[in-house]
């Protein structure tokens, strides 16, 4: 099963037939919404959308409840998850209606849970690709053969917000050479290598931050041109999802293996049932 996580605009104008919510509860609180699970086109395959800020957009970034929301799409049993994201572009060359697939992100966020595991165990996971290598060149060709425009590779930085970015701020990451900003892809990227799920993201450029000459970036702005890059995106995502082999796997799929650095022994019963679908092939 493919889960595709990303704003209410784009599941309504996915192909989706005979749809039904799903009721899933985690350890970790319930999703920002019931996940949708539906066949998509003709295809017989399962996707399951799940709206990142809830069906209203009441959840800010930092207050998301990103952890039950990639453990619900676990429990539904969903392999691969494609995401979108809103960003501001740290790049002349980078307008806005821009789509970037991401290779890279940098953690500039300070109030959210960044792991499953923070009680009676502790996993190292390795983090140096944050993004599936393989799922992200998948989205790529999937945007090319749909004529989108896209940009192969760059590096995210995630901040807090739901502030933007000062002038200081945005200066200082591009001189890092940082691409693009947003406010979503931290902690759903270092979740979903927990949960060993392939996981790549189709980010749509909204603006120019506030680094550029002239440019504030603004709610209607940022509304207007994620509109505009809706029809890309949706067109690269059912592409992605038509193409994918229905066999795919690999190495996000066996994350955790070695990364377990507590005695199962001394991980309490009740930490390991709770995270039993996660990691309990490792215990």
Known sequence: MIGFIGGSGIYEALPLANTREADVTTPF???????????FADTGREVA???????????????????????ALKELGVTHVIASNAVGSLREDLPPRTLVVPDQAYDRTKHRPLTFYDDGIV?????AEPYCRELSAHLVEAARAVDADVVDGGTYVCIEGPQFSTIAESEFYRTQGWDVVGMTTIPEAKLAREA???YATITGVTDYDVWKEGSQVTLEEVLANAAANEDAIKRTVERAIETLPADHTCDCHTALAGTVNTPTEAIPDATRERLDPLVGDYL
């Open 123 to 127: 996993v190292h996971q390795p983090f």
């Open 49 to 71: 959308f799940l709206p990142r800020h809830g069906r209203h957009h009441q959840y800010s970034p930092t207050n998301l409840p990103y952890r039950a929301n990639v453990y």
């Open 29 to 39: 609180g319930d999703p920002s919404a019931p996940p949708v699970v539906g066949e």
């Open 196 to 198: 060993e799920l392939a």
